[in-house]
Nanobody, 115 residues
Framework: QVQLVESGGGLVQPGGSLRLSCAAS????????MRWYRQAPGKQRELVAT???????TYVDSVKGRFTISRDNARNTIYLQMNSLEPEDTAVYYC?????????WGQGTQVTVSS
C-alpha cells in the first residue's frame, strides 16, 4: 500500500527557514514525478513544486528563488527546503505522487510563518 508521510513543519518567523520531508513507501518511486502542494485557510490547494524522476524541477512563481525541491531515490524521500519564508507561505503542505494512474496524498504538515 502506497503511503506518503510528511514531516518538518512548524512555526517560524518571517525570513526563517524550514525543511519539509516526505517519506514514500509501498512502491518504487524512482520513476515517479513527485510534487509539493499547499493549502492556506480559505484557499484552494496550490501546486508549489514538482520534481521529475530525472531531477528536473519547476516552481510556482511566488516561491522561485526561495524554495528548493529535491529527492533522494535511495531513501524514497523528497524534500522541500524553504528559505526567506513569508507570512503568505503559511499553509498545510502536502506531498503528492501518482503511481499507476492513482493519485496519493500525504496527511499534510502545517507551516506557520508569524512573528
Amino acid at each position: 500500500q502506497v503511503q506518503l508521510v510528511e514531516s518538518g513543519g512548524g512555526l517560524v518567523q518571517p525570513g526563517g527557514s524550514l525543511r519539509l520531508s516526505c517519506a514514500a513507501s509501498g512502491s518504487n518511486f524512482n520513476g515517479v514525478i513527485m510534487r509539493w502542494y499547499r493549502q492556506a485557510p480559505g484557499k484552494q490547494r496550490e501546486l508549489v513544486a514538482t520534481i521529475s524522476s530525472g531531477g528536473s524541477t519547476t516552481y510556482v512563481d511566488s516561491v522561485k528563488g526561495r524554495f528548493t525541491i529535491s529527492r533522494d531515490n535511495a531513501r524514497n524521500t523528497i524534500y522541500l527546503q524553504m528559505n526567506s519564508l513569508e507570512p503568505e507561505d503559511t499553509a498545510v503542505y502536502y506531498c503528492h505522487a501518482r503511481v499507476r494512474l492513482t493519485a496519493y496524498w500525504g496527511q499534510g504538515t502545517q507551516v506557520t510563518v508569524s512573528s
